[in-house]
Structure formats: C-alpha cells, structure tokens
C-alpha cells in the first residue's frame, strides 16, 4: 500500500511567520503534488514536482514555495504567513505523469494562521 | 486552461434513495478518475475509466465515460449511511489531473 504522510495534523501560526509543511512517500513515486482545499473551493493545485530538484506551479503558486531535494520528500514552503492561507493543505503523490496517473493523499494539515 | 465542472455541489438524500453526480469537462480526456473523501478525510481512489463509453461497476457505485470522452457519471443505488462524504472527479489531460470541486453526500437514516 502506498503511504503518504505529512508532519503534522493540525498546526496554528501567526502571521508574518514562515511556515514549512513536509509531506513523505514511500512508493518512489515520481511526481508530488500540493493542494489545497477549502469549502465550496475543491482541490486547487499549488506546486507539483516530477523529479528531484524539478518543480512547477500549480493554479494557486502565489505566497508558497516548494522545496524537493530528495525523492520521498515534498515540502511546501509559506514565506511570510497571512490569514488567507489559513486552509487544509493535502500532499499527494503518483507514480508518473504519463496518463495523469491514480494520486495518493496524505492525511491533511490544518494550517490556522492568527 | 481544463476545466472540470462537477454538479451538484451538494446532495442529500434519505437513506435507500439513488443518487448521482455528474462530472464535465471543456476538453477531451485521456482518462476520468473518481475520489471520495468521508467527512475529517482525505481523497481516496475509487476507481479510473480510460475508453469511450466504458462503464464499470463497485457493489452499488455505477460509474460512466461519455462517448466523447468529455463527461462522467457516478451512480449510487439504495444509498446507505456509510456513503457520506464528499465524491470528487479527476479528469486527466496533457500530463495533468484536474479535479472538480466535489459533490457532498449526505444521507438522512
């Protein structure tokens, strides 16, 4: 079974601060993906990765970065914090790109920002 | 850019009743993947169509591919309390899954 996990569950910032989420796989999937979810809003795609070091931005890239340096390992990244990036992120990962294959989800982190 | 729209944003049903949520897309897709995600969860694979027409069946899910490759349906008969949650499509282009905004479930006993 593959199996996506994510650092933490549940984590409260405060605004203006930086903010690292990490989201690990351990299928040796190819691509990693970011999202992030809010009601009424669906899935919105930040970043995604097919490779190490390899990244490219989503729908909604503004205020994030991302981070790859290894295989299994996917960070997103919030420079400065704001209230508006108060949502639930969702790390997900898949095997290739080709076909836009089958996406494994982590459990979720719900980032409240003060 | 693909756009996948997917309706009705939400569904509530008394338990034993059918229900359906349909999915579209404004280009043609090399694949339509189904998700449902149960309240406090996170998206899980149903299952993926690729061909023309395809229909496939899990239990009392019914999930269809258009003919032109641009719209799908999921079907559930005799809804039961276990099928809450929110059913999201996926429908996959050019290297690139796109997902619609989900259908919520909710299931009256």
């Known amino acids: 079974d593959v199996k996506v996990t994510q650092s933490s569950r549940y984590l409260v910032k405060r605004t203006g601060e930086k903010v690292f989420l990490e989201c690990v796989q351990d299928?040796?999937?190819?691509?990693m993906f970011w999202y992030r979810q809010d009601p009424g809003l669906g899935l919105r795609l930040i970043y995604f990765?097919?490779?190490?070091?390899?990244?490219e931005k989503g729908d909604i890239p503004e205020g994030y970065s991302v981070s790859r340096e290894k295989k299994e390992r996917f960070s997103l990244i919030l420079e400065s914090a704001s209230t508006n990036q108060t949502s639930m992120y969702l790390c997900?990962?898949?095997?290739?790109?080709?076909?836009?294959?089958?996406?494994?989800f982590g459990p979720g982190t719900r980032l409240t920002v003060l | 850019g693909q756009q996948v729209m997917q309706i009705p944003q939400y569904q509530h049903v008394q338990e034993g009743e059918d229900f359906t949520t349909y999915c579209n897309s404004s280009?043609?897709?090399?694949?339509i993947q189904w998700y449902k995600q149960r309240p406090g969860g996170h998206p899980v694979f149903l299952i993926q169509?690729?061909?023309?027409?395809e229909v496939k069946k899990q239990k009392r899910l019914t999930f269809q591919f258009g003919e032109a490759k641009k719209n799908s349906s999921l079907h559930i008969t005799a809804t039961q309390t276990t099928d809450v949650g929110t059913y999201f499509c996926?429908?996959?282009?050019?290297?690139?899954?796109?997902f619609g905004k989900g259908t919520l479930l909710t299931v009256n006993p």
């Open positions: 997900a990962s898949s095997l290739a790109l080709l076909g836009a294959d089958t996406q494994y």
């Open positions: 299928m040796d999937h190819e691509n």
């Open positions: 990765s097919y490779d190490v070091k390899m990244k």
């Open positions: 280009t043609t897709l090399s694949n």
């Open positions: 169509l690729v061909k023309s027409g």
């Open positions: 996926a429908g996959g282009s050019n290297y690139k899954l796109t």
